[in-house]
């Protein structure tokens, strides 16, 4: 009689079988339980990662850990603004603790005005003096008192020191609207060499800036065009978009700028927009100015509803079902990509995935007016590490990411009212994910048994604010996943291995090993709590944060750790 498989043997014996048969020490066994020389002793171990240091994927964009930022409930108003006469610590009107927040996770670009919000939004109306403003209704049923406009945006991106991303309103506005607001953003400062017989001249958009303010060209290269235009921003059909982001694109200028236009891409795993808008802006031999696709990819906190479940109270199975489905952003990102490029004459087009997070239903928002604002959890914290290892793994395909949003909304760094302000653990993994930037991305093969996706009979709700589609069930979690990457200084002998551990009450020890190289020395840092449910908030502000992490012993070139239950981990190894 055959005995029913566990989930550990059936793991081992059919996910993992190409890297099981290579990996002759953990092949000895289906269990994953096998016994290493270490030290002359006999070791147990449950999983194995092999480093191929040879095999690079590309060079990981520091743009991958990117923020957003919208006119949204709390984000804005009290996140980031908080006006020049607030008590509470700003710099020019702009919260000092997100500035703070934004500079030790070295945030390279910040999107705005939205989202949703862009589509609706009036870039007019955010210029001048602030008291002469008009206030306006604007999406998210809110009125908008347009003090943070354009300006103040900048100053942001300026104190940060990242670059600016915006979104153009495409539902709202003709393309007139935005050549002016690229011509009022990046127009230079003084005489404009023509290209006419007419004698150069300054550009009177570029005067109206300097009147506002600012006479430095803020030269905004990365611009969306449009935001969800399936759904929120238009509701068009992908060949409808396709003419509208010819039109905007067609002719704009550039003052001998690089300028990065971003198209419109699917909600979640829509394959079927991505082929036809390539068709569709393929078929016609023109040049166009597609540098990259916006993907939109969020988590629910439900496995039956988009958008819903607790951020707080959630089951094991319903953790293991949020990692399972956050997990599914490899395929998002590899089928995406393979379907642009499966358009001829497609040029090099890059993923963009400038809304990501785990998203969850009402219950733990800070305030009536703090519109999708949620508590964040060491749940969320996993969620980060396994979402920037795919985009890690993924270096040669995605160029660009933005976690939505970084204050106040749905997977935030930083939660803040008035003068009371807090990191979430999410923040922690960003500081932690420091290495990776601009380091250059390696294979890297993980062998550790599924863990079962308890809740993995349903199909998976995806969606943004106004679109509702599905996936198919996902029915296991990789029982350990990661990457690693060469830094770029470090003369290949410096790598990064950033390790996620999902398990809720198994330690991993893991041996790692690198392909045609040995591990000199290793430190590291761990993000952990005892409870996943854990997270800071005002009065707790510290309940989750980083400790260095208790390095394993190094023997024969080969490094013996244990990840412990439920943590993100950072190793820099050095190589001999
Ligand atoms: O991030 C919140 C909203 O989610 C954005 O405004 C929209 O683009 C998406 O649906």
């Known amino acids: 009689m055959k005995t029913p498989a566990t989930a550990e043997t059936r793991t081992a014996t059919h996910t993992s079988r190409r890297t099981f048969l290579r990996q002759s020490a953990l092949a000895a066994s289906a269990a994953g339980l096998v016994r290493l020389p270490l030290h002359g002793q006999a070791m147990q171990v449950d999983a194995h990662i092999e480093v191929m240091p040879a095999e690079t994927i590309g060079v990981i964009s520091p743009e991958i850990y990117s923020h957003f930022i919208e006119h949204l409930g709390g984000v804005i108003y009290d996140g980031v603004w908080v006006g020049e006469r607030s008590k509470i610590r700003n710099v020019n009107g702009i919260r000092k603790d997100f500035i703070d927040t934004m500079r030790a996770v070295q945030a390279p670009v910040l999107r705005w005005p939205g989202g949703c919000f862009a589509d609706s939004y009036d870039w007019h109306d955010g210029l001048g003096p602030r008291d002469k403003r008009r206030a306006r209704a604007a999406f998210w049923d809110q009125q908008d008192s347009n003090q943070y406009g354009l300006h103040e945006f900048m100053h942001t991106c300026r104190l940060i020191g990242c670059k600016p991303y915006l979104a153009a309103n495409l539902r709202g506005q003709p393309a007139k609207e935005l050549i002016e607001e690229i011509e009022y953003c990046n127009a230079p400062a003084g005489n404009i060499p023509s290209n006419s017989a007419a004698p150069a001249m300054p550009d009177s958009l570029a005067t109206m800036r300097a009147a506002n303010g ?69 078929a016609n031999p023109e040049r166009r100015k597609l540098w990259g696709l916006s993907i939109h990819y969020y988590t629910s906190g439900s496995a039956q509803k988009f958008a819903a479940g607790d951020a707080l ?20 990102v590899t089928d995406h990509w393979r379907a642009m490029g499966d358009t001829p004459g497609q040029p090099n087009v890059k993923l963009v995935v400038d809304e990501w997070g785990a998203w969850y239903g009402k219950g733990t928002q800070l305030g009536p007016n703090y519109n999708l604002s949620q508590q964040s959890t060491m749940r969320d914290a996993l969620l ?7 985009f890690q793994r993924n270096a040669d395909k995605v160029a660009v990411a933005a976690v939505a949003q970084s204050v106040n909304c749905i997977h935030s760094l930083m939660l803040a009212q008035e003068d009371r302000f807090c990191v979430t653990p999410t923040f922690h993994v960003f500081r932690m994910y420091l290495p990776h930037h601009g380091a250059t991305a390696v294979r890297t093969e993980f062998t550790a048994s599924l863990i079962d996706n308890p809740l993995g009979d349903t199909p998976i709700q995806v969606g943004g604010n106004s679109y509702i589609g599905q996936l198919a069930p996902v029915k296991t979690l990789a029982g350990l996943s990661g990457s690693a990457s060469l830094a770029a200084n470090g003369n290949g002998k410096l790598l990064t291995l950033t390790v996620v551990n999902p398990h809720l009450q198994k330690p991993m020890t893991t041996e790692i090993a690198v392909r045609g190289a040995s591990v000199a020395a290793a430190t590291g840092s761990v993000l952990r709590s005892h409870d996943v449910h854990d997270h800071n908030d005002f009065a707790h502000p510290e309940t989750v944060k980083t400790a260095p992490a208790a390095v394993g012993a190094v023997s024969g070139g080969r490094l013996v750790h244990t990840f412990p239950p439920a943590s993100v981990t950072t190793l820099q190894i050095t190589l001999g």
């Not at 980060?384 to 795919?390: E, K, L, M, S």
């Open 384 to 390: 980060t590490g396994i979402t920037f290892d795919i």
């Open 313 to 332: 109270n959630f089951s094991d199975d319903e953790y293991y079902d949020l990692l399972t489905r956050g997990s599914l952003m490899d395929k998002v």
């Open 214 to 282: 600012d006479a430095e060209a803020f030269n905004v290269e990365l611009w969306g065009i449009g935001n969800e235009s399936w759904g929120c921003g238009g509701t068009m059909t992908p060949e409808e978009y396709a003419a509208a982001f010819r039109r905007y694109t067609a002719w704009t200028p550039d003052y001998g700028k690089p300028m990065r236009f971003v198209a419109v891409g699917p909600n979640g795993d829509d394959v079927d927009w991505t082929t036809r808008l390539f068709k569709s802006l393929y």
